[in-house]
């Protein structure tokens, strides 16, 4: 079974642009959550979605959203890039039938996004 | 979910030995504990969990403990490999709410 999988790998930005990320899932898994890694932070939450609806959403500005298409794949998208924005975002998925969070999730390789 | 405090926030152990991780949590609600290991340059990987309902949980050398009442949970790594290096993450959370990743621990397993 192929794993999750995220496009791009590498993004490179400058301040004040928008940017979409792409995470598919495993198959048969319904859920995808969001998170961003930086190297002061660790994980923080960003959102998760279940059958195309944001389940679950973390504390972070309105730039950060997110959507699910019918197949489980989900994007993310960043509007007014900062700075602060530059880290690793990994998706991750689930199969979400027990609750969202308390699933065993599977993370995808993430995209590594700077921002200039 | 809520707070999820991690310590230490980098440990040192010679291969053989055992290593602790200690995690604090302050949403009493939290009833699934999940632990994460990332190796350098990799995705995170679930290695153990456990589930409110349960004190223990083990998996060769790896083992979680969970104290309820304090509202603490541990990761305890026995007879240590080189290949155990690695940033560790535990986390909390509950049905239908966010989860929250404690900040990590960085093992190192010195020859």
């Known amino acids: 079974k192929a794993g999750v999988t995220q496009t791009p790998r590498y993004l490179i930005k400058t301040r004040g642009q928008q940017v979409t990320l792409s995470c598919s899932p495993i198959?048969?898994?319904?859920?995808v959550s969001w998170y961003q890694q930086t190297p002061g932070q660790g994980l923080q939450f960003l959102f998760e979605?279940?059958?195309?609806?944001?389940?679950n959403k973390g504390n972070f500005p309105g730039r950060f959203s997110g959507r699910q298409f019918s197949n489980s794949r989900s994007e993310m998208n960043v509007s007014t890039l900062e700075l602060g924005d530059s880290a690793l975002y990994l998706c991750a998925s689930s199969f979400g039938t027990s609750g969202g969070s308390t699933d065993t999730q599977y993370f995808g390789p993430g995209t590594r996004l700077t921002v200039l | 979910g809520e707070n999820v405090e991690q310590h230490p926030s980098t440990l040192s152990v010679q291969e053989g030995d055992s290593a602790v991780i200690k995690c604090t949590y302050s949403d009493s609600a939290s009833n699934y504990f999940p632990w994460y290991k990332q190796e350098l340059g990799k995705r995170p990987q679930l290695i153990i969990d456990?589930?409110?309902?349960?004190g223990e949980k083990k998996d060769q050398r790896i083992a979680v403990t969970l104290n309820k009442t304090a509202k603490h949970f541990s990761l305890h790594i026995t007879e240590t490999q080189p290949e155990d290096s690695a940033v560790y993450f535990c986390?909390?959370?509950?049905?239908?709410?966010?989860?929250?990743f404690g900040k990590g621990t960085r093992l190192h397993i010195l020859p």
């Open positions: 979605y279940f059958s195309e609806t944001q389940r």
């Open positions: 198959s048969g898994h319904r859920s």
């Open positions: 986390a909390a959370s509950r049905v239908d709410d966010k989860i929250i």
């Open positions: 456990i589930r409110s309902n349960v």
